[in-house]
T-cell receptor, first 111, second 112 residues
Framework: AQSVTQLGSHVSVSEGALVLLRCNYS??????LFWYVQYPNQGLQLLLK??????LVKGINGFEAEFKKSETSFHLTKPSAHMSDAAEYFC?????????FGTGTSLTVIP | NAGVTQTPKFRVLKTGQSMTLLCAQD?????MYWYRQDPGMGLRLIHY???????AKGEVPDGYNVSRLKKQNFLLGLESAAPSQTSVYFC???????????FGSGTRLTVV
């Protein structure tokens, strides 16, 4: 069975500071991994994904994530937070036809 | 614009009423999904479909039914709504296994 754990349901950073959102997964097979962002009253948008190949994946809006198989992690980072980054972020694992989502991390950016 | 369209966007039901949520995609995707989103619980899969005429149960299927008579449409039905079904419902579709989902903008359902 697959599962996704997001450490920290709420994260606050100052504008311009590093953003680090943590995601660990459990999977019996090499997974496909995703990060989604959800702005208030909207659906989820794909930020980035890892399927195969390079383990450092770059996404939209300056975000990137690194797949570390040995640590079963797929943490999301951004060097410098912007006010517009305030949103809910979901990590997800894809296994066969189903996605398994983490419970989400709400990011607050402090001016 | 191509994408996933959900109707309606908002709805209030009385306990015991029925309704159908419609999801339509114009990207010719094979796979379609219905999720519900509740605070602190992330997204939970209700039902999904891997192609026209096929449906399968997800994590929380009880109280819901679905149909995929046409490839582009995926309907979610509530036969007898209950307050526990108050939630935000998202439809999603994807082309293949290693692609990410394209999500609709959601339906906010309140059952009173």
């Amino acid at each position: 069975a697959q599962s996704v754990t997001q450490l920290g349901s709420h994260v606050s950073v100052s504008e311009g500071a590093l953003v680090l959102l943590r995601c660990n997964y459990s999977s019996s097979v090499p997974p496909y991994l995703f990060w989604y962002v959800q702005y208030p009253n909207q659906g989820l948008q794909l930020l980035l994904k890892y399927t195969t190949g390079a383990t450092l994946v770059k996404g939209i809006n300056g975000f990137e994530a690194e797949f570390k198989k040995s640590e079963t992690s797929f943490h999301l980072t951004k060097p410098s937070a912007h006010m517009s980054d305030a949103a809910e972020y979901f990590c997800a694992v894809n296994s066969w036809h189903q996605f398994y989502f983490g419970t989400g991390t709400s990011l607050t950016v402090i001016p | 614009n191509a994408g996933v369209t959900q109707t309606p966007k908002f709805r209030v039901l009385k306990t015991g009423q029925s309704m159908t949520l419609l999801c339509a995609q114009d990207m010719n995707h094979e796979y379609m999904y219905w999720y519900r989103q509740d605070p602190g619980m992330g997204l939970r899969l209700i039902h999904y479909s891997v192609g026209e005429g096929t449906t399968a149960k997800g994590e929380v299927p009880d109280g819901y039914n679905v149909s995929r008579l046409k490839k582009q449409n995926f309907l979610l039905g509530l036969e007898s709504a209950a307050p526990s079904q108050t939630s935000v419902y998202f439809c999603a579709s994807k082309e293949t296994e290693d692609y990410g989902y394209t999500f609709g903008s959601g339906t906010r359902l309140t059952v009173v």
